[in-house]
């Protein structure tokens, strides 16, 4: 009897013993640690206008569907070259996964950009390109045939004689150059077409506006207006319903603010060449993560351009495009 009681002690003092055990394996454990979200540097060439709001909207979409953290940084003038270098080595210095670029100068963010390939960061250009091979993707639309599109249209609009004028945004910028050389060499076809003027705002609302007054009033035999970014866009079109003069000067725009798209309706602009910021935005955070993961990507991806006007603005697809964010 005395062996059986001694037998159960040392049972249970083994069971209390493991128990114990247990606890303080429990204790000791420490959790696992949680992977770090992979972080990227959004450097776009403006901190203002609908465009580039859509364009970081895009950038959002993806960084949710792809778990990644995003910080934008922008100049407040899309002139402001030395201002966008001044953030790209900002961020450079932080030490991201990646940065994805939106370039206010062709080759004025070279040797930054090329910095920051030293350091093994990927860089993703989107909407306009930088002059370097250390770049690993570019995102965007074709500007030559964006360019080409927009003559098509004038000839359209105003027939294979004509007298236009040109805005144009700065002189000497890679999306300009390739802008202008598109529709020129497709008006060119076209004797009978006379380039009357051509002006560059410096994405200067109020000096777009008063270009387009001169113009007017140097050339009152103008018979159409093509201006080559948006703020050009809205600057020359408000001047020419200002002046009264809606229908009688064409007036083809670049890109789909809500008042170029108001100034659309109202028959002031007589159509708009669209690209696809929500689609670039994305597609340069999507480009980003796999460069990081060290997936092969496109060296060039073209985001496409569309003509809209009054008679095709309100189709499914193009309203999907205009307005990527309303169900």
């Given at each position: 009897m005395e062996k059986t009681i001694k037998q159960g002690r040392l049972l249970l003092f083994a069971m209390l013993a493991a128990v114990a055990s247990m606890s303080s394996c429990t204790r000791q454990a420490e959790p696992l640690p949680t992977e770090q979200k992979k972080h990227l540097e959004v450097v776009l060439r403006s901190q203002n206008g609908d465009y580039w709001k859509t364009v970081k909207m895009g950038a959002e979409v993806a960084a949710k569907e792809f778990d990644v953290t995003l910080d934008f940084r922008a100049p407040g003038d899309e002139a402001d070259v030395k201002?966008?270098?001044?953030?790209?080595e900002q961020s450079i210095n932080i030490d991201p996964d990646a940065i994805v670029l939106?370039?206010?100068?062709y080759r004025g963010l070279t040797?930054?950009?090329d910095q920051a390939a030293s350091l093994n960061i990927?860089?993703?250009?989107?909407?306009s390109e930088v002059e370097t091979s250390k770049v690993q993707s570019f995102i965007g639309a074709n500007n030559y045939e964006a360019g080409v599109l927009a003559g098509k249209q004038l000839v359209k609009l105003a027939?294979?004689?004509?007298n236009i004028a040109i805005v144009s945004f700065k002189q000497g910028e890679r999306n300009a150059e390739q802008r202008e050389l598109g529709l020129l060499e497709e008006i060119a076809k076209y004797p009978d077409i006379k380039v009357l003027d051509k002006v560059y705002s410096l994405t200067n609302r109020e000096l777009a506006g008063?270009?387009?007054?001169?113009?007017?009033?140097?050339?009152p035999q103008l018979d159409g207006i093509i201006a080559l970014n948006a703020i050009s866009s809205i600057s020359v079109a408000a001047e020419i319903q200002k002046l009264g003069l809606e229908g009688q000067v064409k007036i083809i725009t670049f890109d789909s603010t809500w008042e170029e798209l108001e100034l659309l309706q109202e028959g002031v602009i007589q159509a708009t060449i669209v690209q696809n910021p929500f689609s670039i935005g994305y597609l340069g955070v999507k480009n980003a993560v796999e460069a990081i993961k060290g997936n092969k990507i496109p060296p060039r991806v073209d985001t496409g351009i569309k003509a809209i006007d009054l008679d095709n603005m309100f189709w499914s697809d193009n309203q999907k495009l205009l307005f990527p964010f309303v169900k």
């Open positions: 201002g966008q270098v001044a953030l790209l939106a370039a206010n100068d040797s930054v950009v990927p860089v993703i250009t989107i909407d027939g294979t004689s004509c008063q270009l387009t007054r001169q113009i007017i009033q140097q050339h």
